[in-house]
């Protein structure tokens, strides 16, 4: 059974930073592109950043120049760098494993004024 369990939420003040980490158990995890996903209070579930096999990067608009999604496969894992973070940023945050069924249960991140 697949298993995917996030780490490294909690509580920032705004303009700190944050690193969040995903374990996954897969055996052909450095085939996996994997995404980082953000549910804000009241609000739908949306895509943060995504890392493909091959190291590709995409970010949402509002993280760009502020989050970095890396991955390092012989621990198969993947990380979630944020800085300059801003109250907005505040929700649980999610790890998947694109094209799958597979997500972690979330980490919240709070970010206070």
């Known amino acids: 059974q697949v298993q995917v369990v996030e780490s490294g939420g909690g509580l920032v003040q705004a303009g700190g930073s944050l690193r969040l980490s995903c374990v996954v158990s897969t055996s052909i995890f450095r085939l996996n592109a994997m995404g980082w996903y953000r549910q804000a209070p009241g609000k739908q579930r949306e895509l943060v950043a995504s890392i493909t096999s091959g190291g590709g990067t995409t970010y949402a608009d509002s993280m760009k120049g502020r989050f970095t999604i890396s991955r390092d496969n012989a621990k198969k894992t993947v990380y979630l760098q944020m800085n300059s973070l801003k109250p907005e940023d505040t929700g649980v945050y999610y790890c998947?494993?694109?094209?799958?069924?597979?997500w972690g249960q979330g980490t919240q991140v709070t970010v206070s004024s």
């Open positions: 998947h494993i694109l094209g799958s069924t597979h």
